[in-house]
């Protein structure tokens, strides 16, 4: 037996996991390297999901790792309430150039949940700052999903997330989502049908007036449930709604950001620009919790004009902590000194082909592609909603790729730094899977 298994499993309380059915049949990572996790038994498995959407530079980036391996001997943690460190100064400053400065200002949190609750709690305070304390309704999206937190869970739109948790925030509303497989099916890049989705914002404004509108809040492209691209024109549409009403407008760049469609972030992939953007993931190459709001300057310069005192109360003990610091620094240096981002332009052709020739194969009703992000679309076991995705995942996983899934959509957004021959491996494998699958 590989020593290395643990003793027993029943301690962890497993996040999104159905715990019985892991613990019985158990898939145990150990180690991680480029575009390969190795499990417990010693097998590679060719990562299809960036862990989950979080390592752009690959596994055990030797810069990256040798950054925060220094940091924690120099500085293992500083507060960042009233007092300070360089390298939260100097990674917000790099991060600002990262965006071209389009933004001006980031605040620390150490995950996607804390950036949005951040975010939509800047969003209510910064209209008080103003005068305009009576907007704090938050509009979300069907289907969006902004982590786990009270806030996020209020304006996200997955129900299975939402019905075991009481009524959530109240003030919070919905756009309707944009899938809509009859009209988009197998598109490539932005499907063709939907742009008047977004002048349901209009409706909602018509129902609650502008003047109690905070903020829209939404994710550029779906990931959590199941790589939903917006249709064209779509964001451009929201952005001038929100702009002829005061409405602020934030991305939830959490997935999308630092490269996952080959710019920046979604807002560059799409040109439009929203007034705060949500990241986390990514931006320390998964490898130290960290999140991050990155917001416009006006925003910020709003809670400046209040007098002298904290401007704004809010923060984590652990925001801007070093060790995160270290490696997104690191992440930065990385994308700059490898061209992550062109190399991963340089793939995506290929990528988007690929995935695209799995179409015809048993129960596949729909591939979408963005970016290196795929969503493969099964059609549902009747009255199991779910099941045949899941039973895709634990079959891939056996035969050496990590995919995931939700519902019955196979979700793709693979480590940056892959070759052509990973995406052979990662399509040849799926294709097998899907032949097999009942
Ligand atoms: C768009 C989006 N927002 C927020 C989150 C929550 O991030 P975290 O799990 O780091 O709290 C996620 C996580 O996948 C996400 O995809």
Known sequence: MNETKPASMSAFWMPFTNNRDFKAQPRLLVSAEG??????????????????????????????????????????????????????????????????????????????????????????????????????????????????????LSVGGIGANRKHFGPLLPGADHLPHTHDLLKNAFSRGEPDFGVELADELETLVALHDASNIAAVIIEPVSGSTGVLVPPKGYLKRLREICDKHGILLIFDEVITGFGRLTTPFAADYFGVEPDMMTTAKGITNGTVPMGAVFSK????????DAPAGIELFHGYTYSGHPLACAASLATLAVFKEQAILEHAKSMQPYWEDAVHALRGLPHVIDIRTVGLVAGIELEPIPGKPGARAYAASKKAFADGVLIRTTGDIVALSPPLVLEKKHVDELFGKLADVLKNLD
Not at 52 to 62: D, E, K, S, T
Not at 144 to 151: E, K, L, N, R, T
Request: net charge negative; charged share 20%; hydrophobic share 40%.
């Open 35 to 152: 575009m390969y996790y190795k499990d417990v038994d010693g097998n590679a498995i060719l990562d299809g999901t960036a862990g989950l959407w979080c390592v752009p530079c690959g596994h055990a980036q030797p810069r990256i790792v040798a950054a925060v391996s220094e940091m924690v001997g120099q500085l293992d943690f500083a507060p960042t309430f009233q007092m300070g460190h360089p390298a939260a100064f100097d990674l917000a400053e790099q991060l600002m150039e990262y965006t071209g400065h389009k933004f001006g200002h980031v605040f620390y949190t150490n995950s996607g949940s804390e950036a949005v609750d951040t975010a939509l709690k800047i969003a209510i305070a910064y209209h008080k700052a103003r005068g305009e304390g009576s907007r704090t309704r938050l509009i979300g999206r069907e289907r969006g999903y902004h982590g786990v937190g009270f806030g996020g």
């Open 297 to 304: 300057r006006f925003i910020h310069d709003a809670f400046m």
